[in-house]
Nanobody, 126 residues
Framework: QVQLVESGGGLVQAGESLRLSCLAS????????MGWFRQAPGKEREFVAA????????YDTDSVKGRFTISRDNAKNTVYLQMSSLKPEDTGVYYC???????????????????WGQGTQVTVSS
């Protein structure tokens, strides 16, 4: 049984930082490409960042470039999202997701991720 559990969300002020973690269990974590998505109230879930199996390749959406960094520690079965210079528009529920099909890269499409966590709330006040 695959399980992804996010943690690290919270309430912060604009300009502050948070680090989200996602702990995976149940399968071989190092064989998954991983992604972070977020969903604001009344909006669709959107892609934030992704990382390849090895961690050598990453990709961020334009709105978080230079502020967010995705990384992973395969020995700890964990993927991270370091978020800096947070803005009120970063508010939402953040989800990690696992994709077992990409050998070298990753996808930005939520429908291609097989496994999802339950989400962690991030609220940024102005």
């Amino acid at each position: 049984q695959v399980q992804l559990v996010e943690s690290g969300g919270g309430l912060v002020q604009a300009g502050e930082s948070l680090r989200l973690s996602c702990l995976a269990s149940g399968r071989t974590f190092s064989s998954w490409a991983m992604g972070w998505f977020r969903q604001a109230p009344g909006k669709e879930r959107e892609f934030v960042a992704a990382i390849s199996r090895s961690g050598r390749r990453t990709y961020d959406t334009d709105s978080v470039k230079g502020r967010f960094t995705i990384s992973r520690d395969n020995a700890k079965n964990t993927v991270y999202l370091q978020m800096s210079s947070l803005k009120p528009e970063d508010t939402g529920v953040y989800y990690c997701a696992g994709d077992t099909t990409k050998l070298l890269g990753f996808t930005t499409q939520p429908g291609e991720y097989a496994y999802w966590g339950q989400g962690t709330q991030v609220t940024v006040s102005s």
